[in-house]
């Protein structure tokens, strides 16, 4: 049986992923048609969110000692914290640990959001419309997940305000609200926009008039924002805005830092190499080609059917939840079979999209080598042949004339015959036994 570990239970990286999966269920639920359902989760999301807040509370005292590198850290530490010293010395060493994995999952969203003209102020519009209630990580994320979806990254400062307004007049996360935002309209789906308090009867409305929906959304923000007044934090709000800036600042911490997961990686490489030449191959060419043929009919059968299915799933604009479950199931098995083909990862390590080409590469090249695995196992199992057919050969020549004994020294040296019945049956036994391994080679 296997048991459901408990809220209390979850490391930080699993609350993460468990909130990311409400917040995609929440996403494709209707609040108008399930309101039972949709309050579950929210009353979960919102449980999953509390613990998370409990969990960074417990580490904030970390962070000032982080400022000075890992040498101030073990410093202060040990002077700010007397009573327990090893439980922070604990907590930052895992501040760092987890912002390196930030940090490497987010190189390539970085990388992609500077190829953005004048990045540096959009991200600052971006923060001001959110009040610096969403990360930097997430704000770049709902960017480029924008571009891709052809939501207007002109129009997403705009966007982002008044979804983070609408989080603090429905109750909601703004997290959820800015994603929403952006998969609502990259998806034209209705059912999303609803959860943001956009009433599908109104959008449609809007959209018979503009004839895109993008537009007729965009339209009915910007009424909305300028019926509303100043914004007014709440104690929500700020602690969404400490919860950014942790994030941001534990990012940070970790593009610093990086280095030393590189190293370490580099490390553990070059000692698995070292350990595999100094072992060598354990298999023989036999199970290396078995093992070979396997793994091509598994991409054969299993994945080639999945890249199909994934191309389908992705030229839909809207996705039902099922659909969407399918998908993510597909990006996860295939990613985790073929190594480097994913394209776009979310902060949790899930995929967000893969190189439908690369997996295809990655198949034909497992071919290739399963052909050349072939080759070897056929010339090697010609080597083994060869060597049998001499040893048969030996083996008959003494079951009819008898083994050859050598006696004397070097320079006076005499051969006789040993032709004992003995030998010369264990010669006959002996050449009939390599005659079935022979045999079993032929087949």
Known sequence: MVRTLRLEEMTMSQLKKRAKDLEIQLNNTAKATNPKEYKELETQLEAVRQRMGDLKGGSQSTF?????????????????????????????????????????????QIRAFKNFSDSTRLMQNLKKATSGTVSELKLMNNTLRAKELGVPVEELATLMDFARRQAQKLGKDVDYMTNSIVDGLGRKSTLVLDNLGLSATRVQAEVKK????????????????????????????????????????????????????ELWDNLKSTIADQIVKLVGETRS????????????????????????????????????????????????????????????????????????????????????????????????????????????????????????????????????????????????AAAEELGKDLEGLEL
């Not at 890992?70 to 912002?99: C, Q, R, Y």
């Not at 509303?228 to 104690?235: E, P």
């Not at 295809?360 to 497992?366: G, H, Q, S």
């Open 210 to 261: 503009s004839g895109d929906l993008t537009q007729g959304v965009i339209k009915i923000v910007n009424e909305e924002l300028q019926k509303q007044g100043d914004y007014v934090l709440t104690a929500a709000d700020k602690a969404s805005q400490a919860a950014a800036k942790w994030e941001d600042a534990q990012l940070k911490v970790g593009q610093r830092f990086m280095w030393l997961g």
């Open 285 to 428: 060419l036999t199970e290396q080609f078995d093992d070979q043929l396997t793994t091509v009919a598994k991409l054969e059968i299993e994945i080639n059917p999945l890249i199909e299915d994934y191309n389908a799933l992705k030229g839909k604009t809207n996705l039902s939840t099922k659909e969407q479950k399918e998908l993510n199931k597909i990006m996860k098995t295939i990613s985790n079979t073929i190594p480097g083909v994913t394209t776009e990862i979310d902060k949790y390590g899930n995929a967000l999209s893969i190189n439908v080409e690369k997996v295809k590469e990655f198949i034909e090249a497992e071919k290739v080598r399963l052909q050349w695995l072939n080759k070897a196992e056929i010339e090697s199992l010609q080597k083994q042949k060869e060597k049998i057919t001499k040893e048969i050969e030996t083996q008959n020549r003494i079951s009819e004339e008898g083994k050859k004994i050598y006696r004397g020294g070097f320079a006076s040296s005499s051969v006789e015959f040993d032709k004992s019945d003995k030998t010369l049956l264990e010669a006959r």
């Open 64 to 108: 000032s000692v982080l400022k000075g590198g890992l040498a101030v850290l073990a410093g202060n530490l040990m002077t700010k914290a007397v009573d327990k010293p090893k439980e922070l010395v604990s907590e930052g060493v895992e501040f760092v640990k987890i912002g390196i994995d930030m940090a490497k999952n987010a190189e390539g």
